[in-house]
């Protein structure tokens, strides 16, 4: 059954800090000395399996400014965001070596500092998909709050899967896996696939339809019309419209799992167009005009907002389809940490709705993939980096005997991770560990009912080696 994000309240970032656990981010050293340009998040001569990275760190007191060059040419592609003696750029790479001169304005050129990072693309044969779904006319055109706005939707998707894919990367290395994340199709030329396809029906007879026959009868379709079992879809429907009678949004949803995460289009036109113009996008504050098009800001009411909350949220229902439940921590992608996506490339929040004027983060107010997240996902098959030897046929199993009042789950190629649920989220997991593999774990209802405090068990899932999940209910 797909899932559809939570509808709570944005959570108010002055009052997230301290129900976040401590992460991290300083641990890979630096490049550079103290008086130059510092790099706090890569080291040089080392290989990442992913085109586009974010580099976090300082500049010498006085620069104004960051200027970078990869193996001697300007990069023009590249986005810089400098705050008060801080900075964070994204960094497109190219196949192979990339030698990158970070060179701060404004001060003597000795200050600049080189990192050489080699980038070695992913062989995993899974990868993720990218679909901009029309009705059946095939009109592509997504909702604007003006006729200024270009069409451009290939382009602000690519950014966005870019930006999801970096993230992810960066994300599950702060939570101690290796930069891991998903492959992104793309053509001979290297460029992000994107799929236009006409759907069966006609925009109305989508409109017709509730969430979950919607996500359904598109599910459906796809898998009959382009199969693809190495694929995990990001779907969205270019027809989403707003009523302009009754202000109700036709044809959004936002649900994910199986192999596929459903979105509306409806916010499109606030994502970056490219990387250059990403860390902008993520300060600027023009108000959205919810009379003209859809305000899904999490009560921000500006474009930025509107960017954050809607390309997280397609993380979001991302995460449902590699197999992820709803988590309980407020800045997890799997709640609504989401609405903070864009603190992963910026400094601080721009003003708002709610909050006139500009609000600081630290390092512990970023979204990200919490533990009980990030220690599944490096177990899915499209985390994995490169094409693995297959493994033998085998089942993940997960028996409840209600007899030995026990939870026994096994798996021929090594159990590595069982949740427990409450409710639609996972409210604690064990994550096995190990370079032997254990093939059977067993867990006591006694001890389960203590880690949830009582709360009832309603599903147990797990995954296994090989990468094989399994799911199964509680019925006592």
Known sequence: MPQIHLKTLLIATTLISWLTPSVDTHADGQAGTD???????HLTDSVVRYPVIVLRGEIPPGSTGLKITRNGEPLESAGV????????????????????QLSPDGVPSDKSTELNITFQPQTNPYYVRLIWMTDKTGDTRFATPNDEV????????????QLMQTFTAERMHDAGYGRKTFRLERDENGEIIVHTLNGNKAAADYYKMSDNRWYGDINGWLNENHPDPFAKNIVLAAYTRKDPQTGKMLGHTALGG??????????????????????????????????RVHDDSAFRGTYWGLASTTIGATLHEMGHA?????????????????????????????VSRVNNQPVEFNDNQVAYFAPISASYLQWTPWFRLDESESMPDSETKI???????????????????????????VAYHREISGDEPTQEVRFTREEIAKWLNGRKLSTVTSIASDGKAARIAVRD
């Open 150 to 161: 270009p069409q451009d939707y290939e382009a602000r998707l690519r950014t966005a899967a």
């Open 399 to 425: 028996t409840i005997d209600h007899e030995k009042k026990e939870v026994r789950v096994s798996s021929p190629s090594g159990v590595r991770w069982v949740g427990f649920w409450v409710g639609d989220s």
């Open 35 to 41: 008086s130059a340009v510092r790099v706090v998040n």
């Open 258 to 291: 199986g192999n596929q995460g459903l979105f509306g289009s409806g916010s499109v036109f606030s994502w970056p167009r490219d990387l250059s113009s990403a860390m902008q996008v993520f300060q600027d504050d023009t108000a959205v005009d919810p009379s």
């Open 322 to 350: 590699f197999g992820l439940p709803h988590c309980t921590d407020p800045l997890g992608i799997m709640t609504r940490g989401f609405d903070h996506f864009h603190r992963a490339f910026t400094f601080a929040d721009p």
């Open 81 to 100: 965001l400098v705050d008060s003696g801080r900075f964070k750029a994204l960094v497109p790479l190219t196949n192979g070596d990339n030698r990158l």
